[in-house]
């Protein structure tokens, strides 16, 4: 038998072994391009029993969830930079909640926004979000309509805090 050909099925089979193993325990990883796109994790976008993990370059403008399943789903980022084209914008429209963690890599983005209650967003650890382009008025991280922003580590930098409460007020740190 061919070597090549060999050790090629070979690691054909261990990659078919470690997808299954990721999808029997629950867990879906992210491999490369667009985050808020199905077929650019290996077992689906998150959901409840199929948490997410992401630890390589990737690329988000916005991401619904849309997920309606009973539960909580948890997106664990460990390395890898995010770079959104302008806004990312993170809400789920569905009933499941969505428990983000940052603990490492780096998003960039002009402007963050965590959108609705069903979604937290933590940043821990060496985690970093970096607003490189500036936007008028500002780069912002804008937590709105009850969504939850958890900052117990990490670094942010040039960036405006932006919280609105439900009478529509926001208040801005600097």
Do not use: K
């Amino acid at each position: 038998m061919n070597f090549n050909r060999a050790r090629s099925a070979c690691l054909h089979v261990l990659g078919l072994a470690l997808v299954g193993i990721a999808q029997l325990h629950g867990v879906t990883a992210f491999v490369s391009g667009d985050i808020s796109t199905g077929s650019h994790w290996t077992n689906g976008l998150p959901n409840v029993g199929n948490n997410g993990s992401i630890a390589v370059p990737g690329t988000l403008g916005e991401i619904n969830f849309g997920n309606s399943s009973a539960g909580t789903v948890t997106v664990s980022h460990t390395a890898g930079t995010i770079t959104g084209s302008g806004t990312i914008n993170m809400y789920n429209t569905g009933s499941a909640l969505y428990q983000w963690t940052q603990s490492g890599g780096i998003v960039s983005a002009s402007n963050f926004m965590v959108i609705n209650d069903r979604v937290t967003y933590e940043l821990t650890g060496t985690g970093s979000i970096h607003f490189a382009v500036a936007t008028t008025g500002g780069s912002r991280l804008q937590v709105v309509n009850a969504g939850a922003w958890v900052q117990s580590g990490g670094t942010t930098d040039g960036i405006a805090l932006a919280f609105e409460n439900p009478s529509g007020r926001r208040i801005f740190f600097r």
